[in-house]
Nanobody
Framework: QVHLEESGGGLVQAGGSLRLSCTAS????????MAWYRQAPENERDLVAT???????NYADSVKGRFTISRDNAKNMLYLQMNSLAPEDTATYYC??????????????WGQGTQVTVSS
């Protein structure tokens, strides 16, 4: 059993910053690719940023230069530093991870989400 839990969401004014965290826990052999997604009401869930175990990253065009994804492999943690937030960044943010539960099996997991609301 693997559990992902996000934290750090909240209400912030436009131009402000937030830092999201995600902790992976449970029967973990190794955490591979990790990512942040977000979903606004009545919208699809969109990819925000990805980070591989080696630290290589990719970002959605809408957040490039404003958001930074990072991870701590020793602690099985994922972070998202969000700067220059705008109202259009308002969404529920989800942590996603590919987790090996042993040498042979890898599964994809989601967190329950954390709400980010940016006021204008």
């Amino acid at each position: 059993q693997v559990h992902l839990e996000e934290s750090g969401g909240g209400l912030v004014q436009a131009g402000g910053s937030l830092r999201l965290s995600c902790t992976a826990s449970g029967d973990i052999f190794k955490v591979n690719d990790m990512a942040w997604y977000r979903q606004a009401p009545e919208n699809e869930r969109d990819l925000v940023a990805t980070i591989a175990r080696d630290g290589s990253t990719n970002y959605a065009d809408s957040v490039k230069g404003r958001f930074t994804i990072s991870r701590d492999n020793a602690k099985n943690m994922l972070y998202l530093q969000m700067n220059s937030l705008a109202p259009e960044d308002t969404a529920t943010y989800y942590c996603n991870a590919d987790v090996q539960v042993n040498r042979n099996y890898e599964f994809n997991y989601w967190g329950q989400g954390t709400q980010v609301t940016v006021s204008s």
